[in-house]
């Protein structure tokens, strides 16, 4: 998980504490966690310092209003999912696999990672949305990384990759420019 202390966004009031940096650790895990059962406009500023078992002034002392978690929730899981990422891939000789190991290995991981947060994604993939201009340019370098990897792994099968199978993901071609 990142460490919330490292994460800057413009929508919080940085903690400069320990204890203030575990507050906010938990304000967003428990965000999270309702995110699970919950749609984010269904949570209320009380649900989650009651999960966070934290104050309602602690939740103020971080953010202007219930909204302004979003941006630093999606920050997060950008830093989560990057790390993420850079682990599984590192841990693969990715040399060593044929085209058809290299795609099923791919697919298996992004859909293992989605399913992992999904509850998460949609908050954050709606936001993304919703309010692109929110999104940070580091966010977004980040995240263009990130899809940049299957492409720059199947670079090496060029000549393997024909026509017939580019038909085939042509509905996953763009996946990165969604901005999800």
């Known amino acids: 998980m990142a460490d919330p202390s490292r994460i800057s ?15 906010l650790g938990k304000i967003a895990e428990a965000t999270e966690a309702l995110l699970a059962t919950r749609a984010f406009d269904d949570i209320t500023v009380a649900d ?22 979003l941006p630093y929730l999606y920050e997060r899981y950008d830093a989560d999912l990057n790390s993420r990422v850079q682990r599984r891939a590192a841990g693969i000789d990715w040399e060593r696999l044929s085209l058809r190991e290299t795609v099923e290995l791919l697919v298996h991981h992004t859909v293992d990672m989605y399913l992992e947060r999904r509850h998460l994604l949609r908050a954050v993939a709606l936001y993304a949305r919703t309010r692109p201009d929110d999104i940070t340019v580091r966010v977004r370098r980040s995240r263009q990384a990130i899809t940049d990897l299957p492409p720059r792994l199947l670079a090496r099968f060029a000549r393997e990759i024909t026509h017939d199978h580019l038909c085939g993901i042509g509905p996953f071609s763009g996946a990165g420019d969604a901005g999800e």
Do not use: E, H, M, N
């Open 48 to 69: 989650i310092v009651k999960r966070a078992r934290c104050s309602t002034g602690s939740f103020y002392a971080r953010f202007a209003a219930k909204d302004d978690l």
């Open 9 to 23: 966004s413009a929508f919080v009031q940085a903690p400069l504490q320990d204890r203030s940096r575990q507050t």
